[in-house]
């Protein structure tokens, strides 16, 4: 291993003191320092390279083409050779191959399981070295992927360049000109049944006339083909039994494809199969030890425990006896039967009637049941972006196939303590909470509606049916002064009691649907204490007042929700991701048409006032991958809420809005913005110092770059705020709180970068970010990014916000 020289010593030793003494908590600073010293050491890495051989740096490609292409034309072929060329070379810096660096400072561990290797392995990288034989190999490649691609008759050239102990292949590719279909024929060798379903396939081909040629779309034209005759019975046909004849027209520059059948098939697949008996094995394969039972449509279940209901397969699988065998049934019936969960190991298979006159198959289904029952408890430790601190303990109770339906029943119990971080004394905003809740989930994988019936093959996953019942019971504890001592005690209590009717439907893998008709939600205070009533009328602010009211109140939310859910499949090769979450909340309109006002203009129901409001919320994200390791992402949230009748706003806490935290705006604090261009930390006069709204605008956006599979950096830049719907004077904020024309001007922008540790099945994310623009300053002194001064200490402590959280924001 290479000793580090004085000067670097030295340097490095500065870094640290400097971090040290200025108490600056910042990654990045780290990763700078980092840096520094990698480049300090990068003329090393040659020393390290065997005695004969050069490092491979990357290769360069020359198009040599005639007049006929345009230069964009060159541009995006030159790209896509780049493509093919292999090996890849190491990854690096400004040119420095920091990961062979560092797999040579590591050094040859001794031990294959040692530390030592693990860190080699993680964050270092064998040196790519350079081969005449790869250029040669990568020379007759690109040849062939020029005349694949219709550029018949173009050839390669390629040459290793070495510079000590580099080097660098050069290829010139001659490119000749395109060559584009002209004419495209399915050729029909008889009248059979197969015959004509393969001529049928003809309409939707992938093969356009002029259209230049391309080999991949002749490898997709036939798995279209094979597709589509799997949907018509032919099981044991196989896209290698087409061939598709190319016929070149050298003076045109023009080809005509024939397709058709190859020679020597065997008759067995080209047959049409029609299911004669499906046949399911519960844990056990052997039908002779166990007696069927006869469900219906040729469906037999071999279940010697009886532990499901015959049902349940008659809805999960879709082949029906008498039928003709199609893939999209198949397809669909192995995805039912798996997101049952209920079943460990789903196997499928098909075996042919032995006929010889037959074209029959029987389908079998092995099925390795999971325990009915089970326990599992979690503890975690976590803190939150609003001080606070605390524990969480749950224990959750599965038993499936409760009623021999393959119903899921879900009984959960957590309790918490959060506890409010700070390094003052002890006053009145210190509190702490303590929470303890109770969920029971029942699911049943099917709509319990009458007259609904699953359509056999059609949908990848079965409905499904949630009854949710749930209580939970919040204390918050505050800090009292008695006799020049403190002393804590119980502010007060809310007990939550809701309940819920869900239905969920997922036609295909792309969209799904989520339907909830009734949802009852009872919130009621208890045991306010003396002294937090104190507290709140010793407030000089209406907000304090308000939310006091809020807390007094026993509030009915009485609703129902939809929502969908939309990701588009990836197309093979797209670098494009996009996702839709949208859905709305509707709650107290039908009570609203038939119960009546009360002498003070409200609505009860059981003495109690419900809410009456409108909810309306759009999520979208979009992702660009520029490289397999630069992804830019990006986030859309817009929801608007509608209060009316009984409501003045939407339900404070539970169903406002709020920006801010490690998921939101990453620069300021979690309840910390808004609503509007109102300042809710700077509020000194307020007890209760966090923000709500009725309507939220949310934009984020960050480059994520993979620096090694553990190792992932980010720089994001973040935008929103909240605002009350309509102006509302007894709320205590100014009309300049209200969502208007100048919203635009009220945006809170923050950035920063991002370090990101995958763990695989943890991914730790750390944020440090600072705000650009803080709404509730003045008009013209909100854009504070100029104001930036990363190393006094006094902005620091104001400005800087490490937000530590689990998993990416988005």
Same mark, same amino acid.
């Given at each position: 291993?290479?000793?580090?020289?004085? /000067?670097?010593?030295?340097?490095?030793s500065? @870094?640290?003191?400097?971090?040290?003494?200025?108490?600056?908590?910042?990654?990045?600073?780290?990763?700078?320092?980092l840096m520094?010293?990698?480049?300090?050491s990068?003329?090393?890495v040659?020393k390290?390279?065997?005695?004969?051989?050069?490092?491979?740096?990357?290769?360069k490609?020359?198009?040599?083409?005639?007049?006929?292409?345009? !230069?964009?034309?060159?541009?995006?072929l030159?790209?896509?050779?780049?493509?093919?060329?292999?090996?890849? =070379?190491?990854?690096s810096?400004?040119?420095?191959?920091?990961?062979?660096?560092?797999?040579?400072?590591?050094?040859?561990?001794k031990?294959e399981?040692?530390?030592?290797?693990?860190?080699?392995?993680?964050?270092?990288?064998?040196?790519?070295?350079?081969?005449?034989?790869?250029?040669?190999?990568?020379?007759?490649?690109?040849?062939?992927?020029?005349?694949?691609?219709?550029y &018949?008759?173009?050839?390669?050239?390629?040459?290793?360049?070495?510079?000590?102990?580099?080097?660098?292949?050069?290829?010139?590719?001659?490119?000749?000109? #395109?060559?584009?279909?002209?004419?495209v024929?399915?050729?029909?060798?008889?009248?059979?049944?197969?015959?004509?379903?393969?001529?049928?396939?003809k309409?939707?081909?992938?093969?356009?006339?002029?259209?230049p040629?391309?080999?991949?779309?002749?490898?997709?034209?036939?798995?279209?083909?094979?597709?589509?005759?799997?949907?018509?019975?032919?099981?044991?046909?196989?896209?290698?039994?087409?061939?598709?004849?190319?016929?070149s027209?050298?003076?045109?520059?023009?080809?005509?494809?024939?397709?058709?059948? !190859?020679?020597?098939i065997?008759?067995?697949?080209?047959?049409?199969y029609?299911?004669?008996?499906?046949?399911?094995?519960?844990?056990?394969?052997?039908?002779?030890?166990?007696?069927?039972?006869?469900?219906?449509n040729?469906?037999?279940?071999f279940?010697?425990?009886?532990?499901?209901?015959?049902?349940?397969?008659?809805?999960? @699988?879709?082949?029906?006896?008498g039928?003709?065998?199609?893939? /999209?049934?198949?397809?669909?019936?192995?995805?039912?039967?798996?997101?049952?969960?209920?079943?460990?190991?789903?196997?499928?298979?098909?075996?042919?009637?032995?006929?010889?006159?037959?074209?029959?198959?029987?389908?079998?289904?092995?099925?390795?049941?999971?325990k009915?029952?089970?326990?599992?408890?979690?503890?975690?430790?976590l803190? +939150?972006?609003?001080?606070l601190?605390?524990?969480?303990?749950?224990?959750n %109770?599965?038993?499936?196939?409760?009623?021999?339906?393959?119903?899921?029943?879900?009984?959960?119990?957590?309790?918490?303590?959060?506890?409010?971080?700070?390094?003052?004394?002890?006053?009145?905003?210190?509190?702490?909470?303590?929470?303890?809740?109770?969920?029971?989930?029942?699911?049943?994988?099917?709509?319990?509606?009458?007259?609904?019936?699953?359509?056999?093959?059609?949908?990848?996953?079965?409905?499904?049916?949630?009854?949710?019942?749930?209580?939970?019971?919040?204390?918050?504890?505050?800090?009292?002064?008695?006799?020049?001592?403190?002393?804590?005690?119980? /502010?007060?209590?809310?007990?939550s009691?809701?309940?819920?009717?869900n239905?969920?439907?997922?036609?295909?893998?792309?969209?799904?649907?989520?339907?909830?008709?009734?949802?009852?939600?009872?919130? #009621?205070?208890?045991?306010?204490?003396?002294?937090?009533?104190?507290?709140?009328?010793?407030?000089?602010?209406?907000?304090?007042?308000?939310?006091?009211?809020?807390?007094?109140t026993?509030?009915?939310?009485l609703?129902?929700?939809?929502?969908?859910?939309?990701? =588009?499949?990836?197309?093979?090769?797209?670098?494009?991701y996009?996702?839709?979450?949208?859905g709305?909340?509707?709650?107290?309109?039908?009570?609203?048409?038939?119960v009546?006002?009360e002498?003070d203009?409200?609505?009860?129901?059981?003495?109690?006032?419900?809410?009456?409001?409108?909810?309306?919320?759009?999520?979208? +994200?979009?992702?660009?991958?520029?490289?397999?390791?630069?992804?830019?992402?990006?986030?859309?949230?817009?929801?608007?809420?509608?209060?009316?009748?009984?409501?003045?706003?939407?339900?404070? /806490?539970? !169903?406002?809005?709020?920006?801010?935290?490690?998921?939101?705006?990453?620069? &300021? #604090?979690?309840?910390?913005?808004?609503?509007?261009?109102?300042?809710?930390?700077?509020?000194?006069?307020?007890?209760?110092?966090?923000?709500?709204?009725d309507?939220?605008?949310?934009?984020?956006?960050?480059?994520?770059?993979?620096?090694?599979?553990?190792?992932?950096?980010?720089?994001?830049?973040?935008?929103?705020?909240?605002?009350?719907?309509?102006?509302?004077?007894?709320?205590?904020?100014?009309?300049?709180?209200?969502?208007? !024309?100048?919203?635009?001007?009220?945006?809170?922008?923050?950035?920063?970068?991002?370090?990101?540790?995958?763990?695989?099945?943890?991914?730790?994310?750390?944020d440090?970010?600072t705000?650009?623009?803080?709404p509730?300053?003045?008009?013209?002194?909100? %854009?504070?990014?100029?104001?930036?001064?990363?190393f006094?200490?006094?902005?620091?402590?104001?400005?800087?916000?490490?937000?530590?959280?689990?998993?990416?924001?988005?």
């Amino acid at each position: 291993m290479r000793k580090v020289s004085p /000067q670097e010593e030295h340097i490095g030793s500065y @870094i640290f003191s400097f971090l040290k003494n200025e108490k600056i908590v910042c990654s990045t600073y780290l990763i700078v320092g980092l840096m520094l010293s990698v480049c300090l050491s990068s003329c090393s890495v040659s020393k390290y390279i065997p005695e004969g051989e050069s490092l491979y740096t990357g290769a360069k490609i020359k198009t040599a083409a005639d007049s006929s292409f345009s !230069k964009n034309e060159i541009k995006v072929l030159d790209e896509q050779l780049k493509t093919i060329i292999r090996p890849i =070379p190491n990854s690096s810096i400004f040119g420095f191959p920091y990961k062979v660096w560092f797999y040579y400072v590591v050094g040859e561990p001794k031990k294959e399981k040692g530390v030592r290797n693990w860190f080699r392995k993680k964050f270092g990288e064998a040196p790519v070295l350079a081969s005449k034989r790869a250029v040669n190999v990568n020379t007759e490649i690109i040849g062939n992927y020029l005349n694949n691609e219709g550029y &018949f008759r173009s050839t390669a050239t390629g040459e290793l360049i070495i510079k000590g102990k580099k080097a660098e292949a050069m290829y010139v590719a001659n490119v000749k000109p #395109r060559y584009t279909i002209s004419k495209v024929e399915f050729v029909q060798k008889d009248t059979s049944v197969f015959s004509k379903s393969l001529m049928q396939t003809k309409a939707s081909s992938l093969l356009k006339v002029g259209e230049p040629y391309r080999f991949d779309n002749i490898k997709q034209e036939r798995d279209r083909i094979d597709k589509a005759l799997k949907l018509n019975g032919y099981y044991y046909f196989r896209p290698d039994f087409l061939i598709i004849k190319a016929d070149s027209n050298q003076n045109a520059r023009q080809v005509n494809l024939l397709l058709e059948l !190859k020679p020597n098939i065997t008759q067995t697949s080209l047959k049409q199969y029609t299911i004669k008996d499906i046949l399911v094995f519960v844990d056990n394969s052997d039908s002779t030890k166990q007696r069927s039972a006869e469900i219906r449509n040729g469906l037999r279940v071999f279940d010697s425990k009886r532990a499901f209901r015959g049902k349940v397969f008659n809805d999960a @699988i879709g082949f029906r006896s008498g039928r003709l065998y199609n893939s /999209q049934t198949h397809d669909a019936s192995l995805s039912r039967l798996i997101n049952l969960r209920n079943f460990k190991f789903v196997k499928n298979r098909f075996e042919m009637v032995n006929r010889s006159d037959s074209a029959l198959i029987n389908v079998i289904y092995d099925l390795t049941s999971l325990k009915h029952k089970s326990l599992q408890a979690e503890f975690n430790a976590l803190t +939150r972006s609003n001080n606070l601190a605390g524990t969480q303990l749950g224990v959750n %109770w599965l038993n499936r196939n409760i009623f021999k339906g393959a119903e899921i029943l879900k009984i959960g119990i957590n309790t918490g303590f959060d506890f409010q971080l700070t390094n003052k004394k002890l006053n009145n905003t210190l509190n702490s909470y303590y929470r303890v809740a109770g969920d029971a989930d029942l699911t049943f994988p099917r709509f319990l509606l009458p007259f609904y019936h699953v359509r056999a093959g059609r949908n990848q996953a079965l409905p499904k049916t949630n009854i949710n019942l749930g209580y939970e019971r919040l204390v918050q504890k505050g800090v009292g002064t008695l006799d020049d001592s403190t002393k804590r005690y119980n /502010q007060y209590t809310i007990t939550s009691l809701r309940s819920s009717l869900n239905y969920s439907f997922r036609k295909n893998a792309a969209v799904e649907h989520n339907f909830t008709p009734l949802s009852i939600n009872l919130i #009621r205070p208890k045991n306010i204490s003396a002294e937090f009533v104190d507290l709140i009328f010793r407030s000089d602010n209406i907000q304090d007042l308000l939310r006091y009211d809020q807390i007094l109140t026993t509030r009915l939310i009485l609703g129902g929700q939809y929502n969908i859910v939309y990701t =588009p499949i990836q197309a093979p090769k797209s670098r494009h991701y996009f996702y839709l979450n949208a859905g709305f909340d509707i709650a107290g309109n039908l009570a609203g048409l038939f119960v009546k006002k009360e002498i003070d203009d409200a609505k009860r129901i059981a003495n109690t006032v419900f809410e009456q409001y409108a909810r309306f919320d759009v999520e979208t +994200r979009y992702y660009l991958d520029f490289t397999p390791s630069i992804r830019w992402a990006n986030r859309v949230i817009l929801g608007y809420g509608l209060p009316y009748g009984n409501s003045k706003s939407l339900p404070t /806490q539970i !169903k406002q809005y709020f920006v801010g935290g490690s998921n939101s705006i990453r620069a &300021f #604090r979690a309840r910390s913005i808004g609503p509007g261009d109102f300042d809710v930390i700077g509020d000194s006069t307020s007890i209760f110092t966090t923000a709500y709204g009725d309507v939220k605008l949310e934009l984020n956006s960050e480059v994520r770059f993979k620096f090694s599979q553990i190792i992932n950096f980010a720089a994001f830049i973040d935008a929103g705020n909240i605002w009350m719907a309509k102006y509302n004077d007894a709320l205590g904020y100014s009309e300049s709180s209200v969502f208007g !024309k100048n919203f635009y001007k009220q945006l809170a922008v923050g950035g920063g970068l991002g370090l990101r540790l995958d763990f695989t099945y943890v991914k730790l994310r750390l944020d440090l970010a600072t705000p650009f623009c803080k709404p509730w300053l003045p008009e013209g002194e909100r %854009w504070v990014i100029r104001d930036i001064k990363p190393f006094e200490k006094t902005w620091r402590k104001q400005n800087l916000i490490l937000n530590i959280a689990v998993d990416y924001p988005f």
